[in-house]
């Protein structure tokens, strides 16, 4: 939501466009450090935990636009959200890779990267129309944070069905999922 409608959000704030496109430019900028930053953690401690903690550190850079209007916090929290939200979409291509059989990878991959596109462009959507409902960016933000508290949920009980079982023994896989 915020990648969508930071320009938005800062022209109606009275900072004007290009403050917002400095804004999204740090998301994206620090969105290339978190894919980075997130390989690194994912040959750590794996996919579904690093789609965690990217999920749950993304939840609070979200909840920080909510409080925060000024120009210096919005810069401030721009960079933290990109730094936040950059690894969650590659972590799903190294989940799939993870739980399933090579031969199985490509295809579920393009399906869920279609997934994950189609929920990013519902969202932005979705944020757009609650501001026109309410006039504020506000509700679009809580939006924004209850979806995420969904993907959190779902990765959560992913990872509580994956310790739940077995291993094959096979190298990098839990389980069929």
């Known amino acids: 939501m915020p990648q969508v409608h930071i320009v938005a959000y800062c022209v109606d704030l009275g900072y004007g466009p290009a403050r917002g496109a400095e804004m999204l430019a740090l998301m994206l900028g620090f969105g290339v450090i978190s894919r980075l930053v997130s390989g690194v953690i994912c040959d750590k401690i794996g996919g579904v935990k690093t789609l965690i903690l990217g999920s749950a550190l993304q939840g609070i850079a979200l909840l920080l636009f909510l409080p925060f209007n000024g ?36 295809r579920r991959v393009g399906a869920v990267i279609m997934a994950t596109m189609l929920g990013m462009a519902l969202g932005g959507w979705m944020s757009g129309k609650i501001f026109d409902l309410t006039g504020s960016y506000q509700a679009a933000l809580y939006n924004g944070t209850i979806w995420n508290a969904l993907n959190l949920v779902i990765a959560g ?19 069929a999922v």
């Open 157 to 175: 009980w992913l990872l509580w069905r994956l310790k739940s079982r077995p291993s094959t023994g096979l190298p990098g896989q839990v389980g």
């Open 71 to 106: 120009l210096v916090s919005l810069y401030i929290i721009s960079a933290i959200f990109g730094l936040f939200q950059g690894g969650i979409v590659p972590s799903y291509a190294i989940i799939v890779r993870e739980h399933f059989p090579m031969a199985e990878t490509g």
